[in-house]
């Protein structure tokens, strides 16, 4: 299934109005459409696991920065059906997880390896069912994975809730949550670095050089986003190797989890949802490594396509699924003032009919006056100067905010700075090796910043809805992740 239609402004733009007065749930991201958006509409596809799928999504995008919002209501009617199937069925998620990989293992074999040669022997006309296919492989990469949103960002309340009638001290119930949710395996972040490291210790010029090389064919993809690959070089590398260091992975977690559940004597429910937060965070480092492959094959031809009909990538990246036609990407002589018009701000609305998907683009004042709209969902938060989240990783630092919401703003990041984002992801690694302590306003207790902190042993607080509408560059707060609680001393 794609998305078939683009709906004019005329025919639709009642309907996103009407959409956006639903409840939504909004994530902020690095990234682009044509990246994006096959990945978020794999949402549209888990009938045959769940008999059930999410309905719509609104897209916002101004340049590389972008906002997805889910809508709350597909969020818990999804996640009640995952609940029900997970007691109903205990093999429930690794069956869910092989069909996951059957599906993009037959994507990835409808696709051709690329090179630079190849590719620019193809005619137009052949490069354009490489393009879908690349669209398709996206689309498959997210999959059946895209359930992982529904369960675990309303799911991570509900185990804390469910904690608390066993652990009363607020300190104990967040080291209590930041160990049970933690995963047992490496993310494949971890094993980067513990491969980098072991680079480190090369003296040999020549044997480094070969196995910087053997690094970059195997993490080739490791710095993609959702706004176009981003490749490593020889020197970077060398540079990176100068300040590597990889905390000892915790070989003893298992063990100190099924000890905290004796213990405490904890229900088969909740049990139960701390096994499937467990399994479904190891599944999302999975997904986001097959994305992040998945966005290399899809830069790749449009680096092609931009060579021959000489419009930037940055904005060909704004092209979306139904416009992957000779005629709209090398014969449309408006092509490119479209792109540029999306570019400088877009609003999506992208639903699912049941037979059809639709998507609605709305740019200029109509993008203007959503925007604005949507801006009326965040309060007025000047006069806070304490806020709250979900502890995922436990510690207490003091240190300088930098707000990260591009590739720029997380170079800006020093040594023992405080990370604040709408939610972390891979790219955002170098800034946080250097940080602190990382503070987001989204995501459970499976997502990114999670996950690295617990690896990094470093305080982090998740899903404060609010940290990067109060804090600023260069404000100075204490990160008491023991308690959940970020407080602005000046």
Same mark, same amino acid.
């Given at each position: 299934m794609t998305t078939k239609n683009i709906l004019t402004p005329e025919q639709s733009k009642d309907k996103v109005f009407r959409a956006m007065k639903l409840k939504w749930y909004a994530q902020g991201f690095i990234g682009t459409p044509l990246l994006l958006i096959p990945t978020a509409t794999s949402g549209f596809d888990l009938d045959p696991i769940l008999q059930d799928h999410y309905h719509h999504y609104i897209y916002e995008y101004c340049e590389e920065y972008g906002r997805m919002y889910y809508s709350v209501e597909d969020l818990n009617r999804l996640a009640q059906k995952i609940i029900v199937l997970l007691r109903d069925n205990k093999q429930f998620l690794p069956e869910a997880q092989k069909k996951y990989q059957k599906e993009l293992a037959w994507a990835r074999e409808q696709i051709i390896p690329l090179s630079n040669p190849l590719l620019s022997s193809y005619t137009e006309n052949e490069l354009i069912p490489l393009l879908q296919k690349g669209q398709e492989l996206l689309r498959a990469s997210a999959g059946f994975a895209h359930m992982i949103e529904a369960f675990s960002l309303t799911t991570d309340v509900i185990i804390k809730d469910k904690l608390s009638k066993y652990v009363c001290d607020p300190k104990q119930l967040n080291e209590y949550l930041s160990i049970l949710s933690a995963p047992t395996?490496?993310?494949?972040?971890? @094993?980067? /670095?513990?491969? =980098?490291?072991? #680079? $480190?210790?090369?003296?040999?010029?020549?044997?480094? !050089?070969?196995?910087?090389?053997?690094?970059?064919?195997?993490?080739?993809?490791?710095?993609?986003?959702?706004?176009?690959?981003?490749?490593?070089?020889?020197? @970077?590398? /060398?540079?990176? =190797?100068?300040? #590597? $260091?990889?905390?000892?992975?915790?070989?003893?977690? !298992?063990?100190?989890?099924e000890e905290i559940i004796k213990s405490l004597k904890l229900d088969a429910e909740l049990v139960m949802l701390l096994s499937a937060s467990e399994f479904?965070?190891?599944?999302?480092?999975?997904?986001?490594?097959?994305?992040?492959?998945?966005?290399?094959?899809?830069?790749?031809?449009?680096?092609e396509v931009s060579r021959r009909n000489k419009i930037d990538i940055a904005f060909l990246r704004y092209l979306t699924t139904p416009e992957m036609d000779v005629g709209f990407l090398f014969k449309n002589i408006d092509t490119k003032s479209i792109l540029t018009q999306r570019r400088k701000g877009m609003i999506c609305y992208n639903y699912f009919d049941g037979k059809d998907e639709d998507l609605i683009i709305l740019t200029g004042d109509d993008f203007l006056k959503i925007h604005k709209y949507m801006g009326t969902f965040e309060k007025e938060q000047k006069q806070i100067r304490e806020f709250n989240g979900l502890s995922a990783s436990t510690g207490t630092v003091v240190g300088k905010v930098k707000v990260c919401k591009s590739l720029q703003d997380i170079n800006k990041v020093q040594e023992g700075d405080i990370l604040v984002a709408s939610m972390t992801r891979p790219e955002y690694l170098p800034a946080m090796k250097k940080a602190a302590a990382f503070i987001t306003d989204e995501g459970g207790i499976t997502c990114h910043a999670a996950i690295i902190a617990r690896?990094?042993?470093?305080?982090?607080?998740?899903?404060?809805?609010?940290?990067?509408?109060?804090?600023?560059?260069?404000d100075m707060v204490e990160v008491k992740a023991d308690h959940g609680l970020v407080i602005i001393l000046k």
């Open positions: 395996t490496k993310s494949f972040l971890n @094993e980067r /670095e513990r491969n =980098l490291l072991n #680079i $480190s210790l090369i003296k040999n010029k020549k044997e480094r !050089k070969q196995l910087i090389n053997e690094h970059l064919e195997q993490f080739f993809w490791i710095r993609n986003t959702y706004a176009g690959r981003v490749q490593i070089t020889p020197k @970077e590398i /060398e540079e990176e =190797l100068k300040t #590597i $260091s990889v905390q000892d992975y915790d070989s003893n977690l !298992k063990h100190k989890k479904m965070t190891d599944w999302q480092d999975e997904r986001k490594k097959n994305i992040l492959i998945a966005i290399d094959y899809m830069d790749q031809l449009l680096e690896e990094m042993k470093k305080p982090c607080i998740i899903g404060t809805k609010i940290a990067t509408q109060v804090l600023k560059d260069g």
